[in-house]
């Protein structure tokens, strides 16, 4: 066994427990950091990022491979502050160290890189946020590769109080029984097991999974002429909706990509290119049989020559994908898992000064999206500085961070978009010696973001009793004080005290409702549907009745339309069909976990649900209604 294998077999992984919304309005944040790695042969870097707008503190946590504490130090990071940390110097017995975890008060990102010594292999992977409604009965592996060259590692932790036996069925149908111990953790190479056809492995279902999260990592063994490494978490987000934000295929670098149907049934896939300009290539139509994989370069996919980005669409079931980026003389290989999800605000975590980092962004939206970005250091103070750019309908921006001043010397990058955008990162050492990839992640969004919102509506205040009381020099009708003490409106800050944009609604007579006050156009009536959130996204991005480009909306642009003395929490000149029609799904994802997205409505209610529900749209707060707007 190389020795690689053998560090990554003896290396434990644990993974996260759920975020919580604290009581007293705050907002917890757990992250984990499931692989590290500190000894003679190996280092682990972490990065705690405070992407809220108020003081996160919190301790990080390092543990041993059997789950008890071996160090901890508190972390307290102002606004916008970022810790990166070596975990050889910062922790004490490093090398007893097999996972971290951060406990704070707050709104958190993260991210880590665990590298060889040697210079030679790096891999990143976002911290992760779990919660237990979207843990899943069964893990995908999407990708094994066990040869001469490769090996593939897989690392697994039972997250709940029950002891669990895991069942692990390859491709081929052969399978590998687990056993895993309440709380308990396990890890080893696909090669080290016995009566499996290794060459015939390609995929792999771990089943009575519910509540074990793992990762997989895979690379090219030390006697090969290549030094490749690279990972992805066994998070299974399944959509039917995939975009792959970059395609290098030249003389240095070459682009794999891997799409896997985790179905029993046959999915069928179209692949649509698109240059930089955002011109639309020659689709291509794949068929994916139930359990299979389709592996490829960019070369053999045979992409048009100007592809810069490409979407992969399912039909017949969803399905699941990564990228990589590797180049051409074995040095160094990067990936990322690819999803669905575009963010309003996000963060590229680290910029590279022992190296070169690239950005890129992919506007997957008809409307062009204008971009800000902004400059950050580990500081409070920052460095004040930003850059804006602006991409087409489908277009494509990319640069190395270095080539835009604005950003010079960041530590971090964060950025907001007035629609919906894919981003990810690469970073490599000079001469590419080691390279990782990271996606954007998503950041807390201010809800300052949105300006010119119209009033409420709010015309009546109220005590902790609700007696109904006169109101004196104010413009609502009725006003209420502590209980049963009759004054004035004035000065208590109660949302009735003030006008301010007052709400104005312009029926098209189309169909449509101009917001006067934001210039947005809304649907004005709908089909009554309740919907997932994956589908409210691709509902509304196929909502097409005047060639328009039409999309889900952010939280902030929903209470906008939020009228909190109607009846169905809208204004009446929307159609609506019942009380329950008043709750829509935004485009806003959380920002501790990227499985839950916000809907408002319910006569001023703010919510956050699960994207999905296994049950389907049964329960109350897993499916929601849909109002597109442009």
Same mark, same amino acid.
């Given at each position: 066994?190389?020795?690689?294998?053998?560090?990554?077999?003896?290396?434990?992984?644990?993974?996260?427990?759920?975020?919580?919304?604290?009581?007293?309005?705050?907002?917890?944040? /757990?992250?984990?950091?499931?692989?590290?790695?500190?000894?003679?042969?190996?280092?682990?870097?972490?990065?705690?990022?405070?992407?809220?707008?108020?003081?996160?503190?919190?301790?990080?946590?390092?543990?041993?491979?059997?789950?008890?504490?071996?160090?901890?130090?508190?972390?307290?990071?102002?606004?916008?502050?970022?810790?990166?940390?070596?975990?050889?110097?910062?922790?004490?017995?490093?090398?007893?160290?097999?996972?971290?975890?951060?406990?704070?008060?707050?709104?958190?990102?993260?991210?880590?890189?665990?590298?060889?010594?040697?210079?030679?292999?790096?891999?990143?992977?976002?911290?992760?946020?779990?919660?237990?409604?979207?843990?899943?009965?069964?893990?995908?592996?999407?990708?094994?590769?066990?040869?001469?060259?490769?090996?593939?590692?897989?690392?697994?932790?039972?997250?709940?109080?029950?002891?669990?036996?895991?069942?692990?069925?390859?491709?081929?149908?052969?399978?590998?029984?687990?056993?895993?111990?309440?709380?308990?953790?396990?890890?080893?190479?696909?090669?080290?097991?016995?009566?499996?056809?290794?060459?015939?492995?390609?995929?792999?279902?771990? /089943?009575?999974?519910?509540?074990?999260?793992?990762?997989?990592?895979?690379?090219?063994?030390?006697?090969?002429?290549?030094?490749?490494?690279?990972?992805?978490?066994?998070?299974?987000?399944?959509?039917?909706?995939?975009?792959?934000?970059?395609?290098?295929?030249?003389?240095?670098?070459?682009?794999?990509?891997?799409?896997?149907?985790?179905?029993?049934?046959?999915?069928?896939?179209?692949?649509?290119?698109?240059?930089?300009?955002?011109?639309?290539?020659?689709?291509?139509?794949?068929?994916?049989?139930?359990?299979?994989?389709?592996?490829?370069?960019?070369?053999?996919?045979?992409?048009?020559?100007?592809?810069?980005?490409?979407?992969?669409?399912?039909?017949?079931?969803?399905?699941?994908?990564?990228?990589?980026?590797?180049?051409?003389?074995?040095?160094?290989?990067?990936?990322?898992?690819?999803?669905?999800?575009?963010?309003?605000?996000?963060?590229?975590?680290?910029?590279?000064?022992?190296?070169?980092?690239?950005?890129?962004?992919?506007?997957?939206?008809?409307?062009?999206?204008?971009?800000?970005?902004?400059?950050?250091?580990?500081?409070?103070?920052?460095?004040?500085?930003?850059?804006?750019?602006?991409?087409?309908?489908?277009?494509?921006? %990319?640069?190395?961070?270095?080539?835009?001043?604005?950003?010079?010397?960041?530590?971090?990058?964060?950025?907001?978009?007035?629609?919906?955008?894919?981003?990810?990162?690469?970073?490599?050492?000079?001469?590419?010696?080691?390279?990782?990839?990271?996606?954007?992640?998503?950041?807390?969004?201010?809800?300052?973001?949105? /300006?010119?919102?119209?009033?409420?509506?709010?015309?009546?205040?109220?005590?902790?009793?609700?007696?109904?009381?006169?109101?004196?020099?104010?413009?609502?009708?009725?006003?209420?004080?502590?209980?049963?003490?009759?004054?004035?409106?004035?000065?208590?800050?109660?949302?009735?005290?003030?006008?301010?944009?007052?709400?104005?609604?312009?029926?098209?007579?189309?169909?449509?409702?101009?917001?006067?006050?934001?210039?947005?156009?809304?649907?004005?009536?709908?089909?009554?549907?309740?919907?997932?959130?994956?589908?409210?996204?691709?509902?509304?991005?196929?909502?097409?009745?005047?060639?328009?480009?039409?999309?889900?909306?952010?939280?902030?642009? %929903?209470?906008?339309?939020?009228?909190?003395?109607?009846?169905?929490? %809208?204004?009446?000149?929307?159609?609506?069909?019942?009380?329950?029609?008043?709750?829509?799904?935004?485009?806003?994802?959380?920002?501790?976990?990227?499985?839950?997205?916000?809907?408002?409505?319910?006569?001023?209610?703010?919510?956050?649900?699960?994207?999905?529900?296994?049950?389907?749209?049964?329960?109350?707060?897993?499916?929601?209604?849909?109002?597109?707007?442009?």
């Amino acid at each position: 066994m190389q020795r690689l294998c053998l560090l990554f077999l003896l290396t434990i992984i644990s993974f996260p427990a759920a975020f919580v919304f604290a009581d007293e309005g705050g907002q917890v944040c /757990s992250l984990y950091y499931p692989h590290i790695a500190s000894n003679f042969d190996w280092e682990t870097e972490i990065a705690v990022i405070n992407t809220g707008e108020a003081r996160l503190s919190g301790s990080l946590t390092a543990y041993s491979g059997a789950g008890e504490p071996v160090s901890s130090k508190d972390i307290d990071l102002l606004q916008t502050e970022r810790k990166e940390i070596s975990v050889g110097s910062f922790f004490q017995r490093p090398a007893e160290i097999r996972y971290i975890k951060f406990l704070g008060q707050g709104s958190c990102q993260g991210y880590e890189k665990f590298y060889t010594s040697s210079g030679e292999q790096r891999a990143a992977v976002p911290a992760v946020h779990v919660d237990e409604n979207s843990l899943v009965d069964e893990l995908n592996v999407t990708h094994i590769a066990t040869s001469s060259e490769w090996w593939t590692g897989l690392a697994l932790v039972n997250t709940t109080d029950i002891r669990k036996e895991l069942t692990i069925t390859f491709n081929d149908q052969s399978t590998k029984k687990i056993p895993l111990e309440a709380g308990g953790h396990w890890s080893g190479t696909v090669g080290s097991f016995s009566g499996i056809n290794h060459e015939a492995v390609e995929s792999a279902v771990i /089943s009575n999974a519910k509540g074990v999260i793992g990762l997989e990592l895979f690379g090219t063994h030390l006697s090969s002429d290549t030094r490749y490494l690279s990972g992805i978490l066994l998070n299974n987000k399944p959509t039917d909706h995939l975009v792959f934000s970059h395609v290098a295929s030249d003389s240095k670098y070459w682009t794999g990509v891997v799409f896997y149907n985790p179905n029993n049934s046959q999915v069928d896939l179209t692949v649509s290119p698109y240059s930089d300009s955002g011109a639309a290539l020659a689709n291509q139509q794949i068929t994916l049989g139930p359990g299979k994989k389709y592996v490829s370069t960019a070369t053999n996919l045979q992409l048009p020559d100007e592809t810069a980005w490409f979407s992969v669409d399912a039909t017949g079931g969803k399905i699941e994908g990564f990228e990589l980026f590797g180049t051409r003389d074995g040095k160094s290989l990067a990936g990322y898992k690819t999803t669905t999800d575009g963010l309003i605000m996000g963060v590229f975590p680290k910029i590279d000064h022992n190296g070169w980092t690239g950005i890129a962004f992919v506007n997957s939206n008809e409307r062009p999206a204008n971009i800000t970005l902004y400059a950050r250091d580990d500081s409070f103070v920052g460095i004040n500085r930003s850059e804006s750019l602006i991409v087409p309908g489908h277009g494509k921006f %990319l640069r190395l961070a270095e080539e835009l001043p604005m950003l010079s010397g960041s530590d971090y990058i964060t950025f907001e978009s007035d629609v919906e955008i894919h981003g990810f990162q690469l970073n490599a050492t000079d001469g590419d010696a080691m390279m990782d990839a990271l996606p954007a992640l998503p950041m807390w969004i201010p809800l300052s973001t949105t /300006s010119n919102l119209p009033d409420t509506g709010q015309t009546i205040c109220y005590d902790m009793t609700g007696p109904q009381l006169d109101c004196v020099g104010t413009d609502q009708s009725v006003c209420y004080d502590t209980p049963g003490i009759v004054s004035s409106c004035a000065g208590t800050g109660q949302d009735g005290e003030y006008l301010s944009n007052p709400m104005s609604y312009t029926d098209n007579g189309n169909g449509t409702v101009t917001d006067n006050v934001t210039g947005l156009i809304w649907q004005q009536s709908f089909d009554a549907q309740a919907r997932e959130w994956d589908e409210a996204v691709t509902y509304c991005n196929n909502y097409l009745p005047d060639g328009s480009s039409w999309r889900l909306p952010t939280v902030q642009e %929903l209470q906008g339309i939020i009228d909190v003395e109607s009846p169905t929490g %809208l204004n009446s000149i929307f159609s609506v069909f019942d009380e329950r029609s008043a709750f829509y799904w935004s485009s806003t994802v959380t920002a501790n976990d990227p499985n839950y997205a916000w809907s408002a409505g319910g006569k001023g209610k703010v919510w956050a649900s699960s994207k999905v529900n296994d049950g389907g749209c049964r329960y109350f707060g897993y499916c929601s209604n849909v109002r597109c707007v442009r």
